[in-house]
Each structure stands twice: as structure tokens, then as C-alpha cells.
């Protein structure tokens, strides 16, 4: 048997055409033949099977034979080589990665192992390393990912314009609780230049906006925030949201390769779903941990339903949402709100009512 190829010396780039004779006896298995070498016209290369290193089959790519000091037969005819294999080893199959690439089963198999791989890591593993990492991480290391108030006040907040006595009011009556958590370093500001809005910062800072302190008619309603926006500090939400962003976008890129900017808008679809459901997740977490703390210091926890119901107005009026829904083809109002509610990082206010009902149940208030 002859197998067509070229040969590489190992000292120059230049291919020479040549030709392996396959042997089936005698010490050396095999027998080179390289044609027109500049030596020689007519090279011949004893070679034993033993000291040739074979390349395993990747389909149907050329496939390399070294032997020597660096020397090299190159060959596209893929099933001599695998001949030439069964014959001098007795071995009766390809590479495992051929087999793999040839058969539709073995490949059916690997792609929902795949599937299923991936989507056991973006769902499971990668919110179970980014909280364990976010509670190893110093505190340095957990401010630096957030952020800072001063890179907030150069872009986006300006300084506030509420009374200087209602300022100390709200700190005077905040003062007693944030006392009970002094282990996460909370910071009471307040700013300018965002609609009603609160929010922390893993460096401790809880901002209020001017336009949610005044959209509320009872501070009880403002200490139902302040609980809320504790329960991120206390588990460090957005640490681990900015480390399972940063995981689930290496995750898509290893999976889709050189080929993410072609598929960009499709690969990031299961990336926004996925950091909303991330976000929903903490959200109910900071809720949850809210109404417990509410109880604990006997504050109804009805003021944490009307300050959410109260935000859903505002955000309504300022967007022009009287309640009514303009009916898209063949779409109904509430499929409308559905899908609203399914890409909104925070719960429905409909869900948050009802986790306080349920909360007053379980608890018999």
C-alpha cells in the first residue's frame, strides 16, 4: 500500500512530494520514498512503525506523521493512515474524536450534554461562585466593583435640595437601625437628579433621591426602603451581580467562539434573561429580608406594599400610563403586562402585595 503526501525535512520550510510504502513484514514497517530531493533524486527513508508519532484524525484536515529530528509526512488520505494504524497495531477503530465528528448519535449526545453542561453552570454554578467569591472578597476589592458615590456625583446625581432639617429628621429616625447593622458600614446620602429612586452601594452608601423622599406619606414607608436596600449590603447583591455578569459573558464566549459577533444579538438574549432573572432573584432576597426586619422592630409591613404601590404610580404618571394599555396585533393587555413584568429586573408590584399578604400569614399578623 502507498500513501500520497510531502515531506519536510525539519531544517527548511520546503515540501518535497513523496510517497509512504506501507510494509506488512520485515524490521521496518515502512518505507519513505521521497522523490526529487535536492541530494538525491530518489530518497529512500527505512522507517520502523514504532518511531513514527501518528496524528489522531480531526475529520478530514491533513494529517502529520513526525519522525526523526523534526521530520514530517504530510498526507490528506486520512483512511490509509488509519490502515496503516489497524495494521501495525492491531487496532480495530479511529480516534475518539473522529468518531465523534462522523456519527450522528455520538453527536446528538454530545450536543445535549453540552446544552445541559451550560445551562447547569449559568443557572447553578455560576450564582453559587460569584456569592461564594463576593463573601471572600476583601473589602477594598467589593467597593472598587460597585463603584463610588464620588464617580456618581461627577456623572449623575447633583447635590440635594432638601431641607436641611428634613435631612436630620430622616437620619434621626434611621439612626437606631442602622445602628443594629453597623457590620455593613451604612451611610445614609441623599442626592439630586434622578427620579424617585433608592438604591445602595457595596460600600455602604444608601442613596435616597429628593423625588422619592418626597413622594412618600409616611417615613415608616422610607424605613421599609431602608430594610429593603440593607438586605443587598447584608448579601452583597450587586458584588455578585457585576461577578455573574462577568461569568455568564465568558461563558457565552467560550461557548460561541470566534463567532459571537455574528450571533452577538442571539447570544445575548439568553444573557439578558438570565441577568434578569439574576436581578429578580436578589430583589425578592432584599424584599424578603425587609419584611423580616419590619416585624422584627414591629413596623407594619403594610407600609412596604404602599411604598411599592406608591413608586408604581410615579413611574406611571411620568411615563404617561394612566393604566390603560394600548393593544398591540393580536397581543392582549395583560400577555402586554406579562411580558413587562417578565423583563423587569425588580418583581411585579402585584407580587410584592402579595408576598406581604403571604408574610402576614405565615405570621399570623
Known amino acids: 500500500m502507498y500513501i500520497e ?11 518535497t512530494s513523496a510517497r509512504l510504502e506501507v510494509i ?36 478530514n484536515t491533513p494529517r502529520e506523521i513526525a519522525f526523526g529530528e523534526d521530520q514530517l509526512f504530510i498526507t ?14 492491531g487496532s480495530k477503530s479511529v480516534s475518539f474524536v473522529h468518531k465523534l465528528e462522523t456519527s450522528l448519535p455520538l453527536i446528538f449526545i454530545a450536543v445535549i450534554a453540552t446544552v445541559i453542561m451550560v445551562w447547569m453552570t449559568a443557572v447553578y454554578g ?42 436630620q429628621e430622616i437620619r434621626d429616625l434611621f439612626a437606631p437601625y442602622l ?16 427620579m424617585a429612586n433608592a438604591f445602595a452601594l457595596p460600600g455602604g452608601e444608601i442613596v435616597l433621591t429628593d423625588d422619592f423622599v418626597n413622594l412618600v406619606e409616611d417615613d ?7 430594610f429593603h436596600e440593607l438586605g443587598h449590603l447584608k448579601y452583597r447583591h450587586i458584588t455578585r451581580r457585576a461577578l455573574q455578569d462577568s461569568m455568564l459573558t465568558i461563558l457565552i464566549i467560550l461557548v460561541a467562539g470566534d463567532t459571537i459577533d455574528t450571533v452577538e444579538f442571539v447570544a445575548g438574549i439568553p444573557t439578558l434573561i438570565l441577568d434578569l432573572s439574576y436581578s429578580r432573584a436578589f430583589e425578592d432576597e432584599a424584599d424578603k ?58 418583581p411585579s408590584t402585584d407580587d410584592r402585595v402579595k408576598l406581604v399578604e403571604q408574610f402576614k400569614r405565615d405570621r399570623g399578623i
Do not use: C, W
Open 24 to 59: 506488512n513484514n520485515g524490521h521496518h514497517a515502512v518505507r519513505l520514498h521521497v522523490s526529487k530531493y535536492p541530494d538525491d533524486a530518489h530518497q529512500k527513508i527505512e522507517l520502523d512503525y514504532r518511531d513514527l508519532m501518528i496524528e489522531s484524525r480531526l475529520g
Open 289 to 346: 429580608f425587609a419584611l423580616e426586619q419590619m416585624h422584627h422592630f414591629d413596623i407594619p409591613v403594610d407600609y412596604f406594599a404602599s411604598v411599592m404601590q406608591r413608586l408604581e404610580s410615579f413611574y406611571s404618571e411620568e411615563s404617561g400610563d394612566s393604566g390603560k394599555h394600548i393593544e398591540g396585533e393580536g397581543e392582549s393587555p395583560q400577555e402586554k403586562k406579562s411580558m413587562n413584568d417578565f423583563l423587569s429586573t425588580h
Open 179 to 194: 445602628a443594629s447593622y453597623k457590620d455593613l458600614k451604612p451611610k445614609l446620602e441623599f442626592r439630586s437628579g434622578m
Open 5 to 15: 503526501g510531502d515531506y519536510l525535512d525539519g531544517v527548511t520550510s520546503r515540501r
Open 220 to 226: 415608616k414607608e422610607l424605613l421599609a426602603v431602608l
Open 126 to 167: 455560576i450564582p453559587r461562585s460569584a456569592e461564594y467569591i463576593a463573601f471572600q472578597l476583601p473589602e477594598f476589592a467589593t467597593e472598587k466593583l460597585g463603584g463610588s458615590m464620588t464617580v456618581l456625583d461627577e456623572t449623575l446625581f447633583d447635590p440635594s435640595e432638601l431641607e436641611a432639617s428634613r435631612r
Open 76 to 89: 490528506d488520505d486520512n483512511d490509509a493512515i488509519d490502515e496503516l494504524i489497524k495494521m501495525h497495531s
